[in-house]
């Protein structure tokens, strides 16, 4: 009978080993689970992977039949809708209407919406926390579940939360006649806590793979796209502290720095989204340590 090692980082579990023998040992990480990436096989004594794992086997895969796949899609279009809307509003702003603007946002904010909720799904279907599926490699598909200990789901449920108020925050942009405090309430509240939240994302997101030795640092591809997209995340969050709304004269902030800090957010967000189609393509040796 296999004995099985839970690693955790206080209340949450970040790894589990399966030992089979005292020569076999299979290693899963919540955020390989999740990715689809393999089990690594390790050390039966001190859990060590035998070898260490080859990073960049490829610089684009089409695998549509996953959802890592969609998921990075989804937030590299949404990135990209609001990278295309930042550019316009500080140096095209009068070729193009107020309109035709927001809803530049306002269809990111859609797409990154999609991809935080099949992120969400992700993790709830390929929980290690969850006995049935570390018994069964898979479990019947669900559309909603609580997995608290899971560091990756507490990840997507913020990133979720935010994405849903940015879609608040976009769509406010078209109503007119607001009063200065109605923009501030209604239009730069949600941006905040939005910022807010996609930055304590990233926080779990870092937490989640604080002590997986195999995640190098700089020679990672899941170290990257953890690191981008928290420096996406800041970028975001300054963003929205300079977008508020003085009362007395109805002047954001700063309007220049707070979209610039949008478009290098977003362009962090489209590449570490760009990335994570190069962290489901690993190499053959990677895949044959599990076999």
């Not at 992977?49 to 959802?67: A, D, I, T, Y």
């Not at 898979?138 to 559309?143: A, D, M, P, R, S």
């Not at 800041?234 to 003085?246: E, G, H, I, K, T």
Request: aromatic share 16%; net charge neutral.
């Amino acid at each position: 009978m296999n004995k099985i090692f839970r690693k955790k980082l206080g209340y949450f579990v970040t790894q589990v080993v399966e030992v089979h023998d005292n020569a076999r040992a299979h290693l899963k990480t919540s955020r390989r689970a999740r990715k689809g990436l393999n089990k690594l096989s390790v050390n039966s004594e001190d859990h060590r992977v035998l070898r260490p794992l080859q990073e960049f086997s490829s610089l684009f895969s089409f695998q549509p039949q996953s959802l890592t796949w969609w998921i990075a899609i989804l937030f590299m279009v949404g990135s990209a809708c609001f990278v295309a809307g930042s550019v316009v509003s500080l140096y095209f702003e009068h070729s193009f209407s107020t309109l035709a603007i927001n809803m530049t946002f306002f269809i990111g904010s859609l797409f990154f919406t999609a991809a935080a909720y099949c992120q969400y799904l992700e993790v709830i279907n390929a929980d290690i926390t969850n006995d049935a599926y570390l018994a069964a490699g898979k479990t019947e598909w669900i559309w909603w579940a609580w997995r608290a200990k899971n560091l990756g789901f507490m990840a997507s449920v913020c990133q979720l939360a935010g994405a849903f108020l940015f879609n608040i925050n976009t769509f406010n942009c078209f109503y007119d006649g607001l009063s200065y405090v109605a923009m501030d309430v209604v239009i730069w509240l949600p941006n905040l806590i939005g910022s807010i939240l996609f930055l304590v994302a990233a926080g779990f997101a870092w937490l989640e793979v604080f002590r997986d030795e195999n995640v190098r640092i700089f020679f990672s591809v899941t170290w990257w796209i953890i690191w981008i997209n928290l420096l996406g995340s800041m970028l975001f969050q300054r963003s929205a502290f300079r977008s508020f709304v003085y009362v007395d004269s109805g002047e954001l902030v700063n309007e220049t720095i707070a979209l610039s800090a949008t478009l290098y957010g977003a362009v962090c967000f489209f590449i570490g989204a760009y990335l994570l189609i190069i962290e489901m393509k690993e190499p053959e040796q990677n895949r044959a340590d599990s076999t």
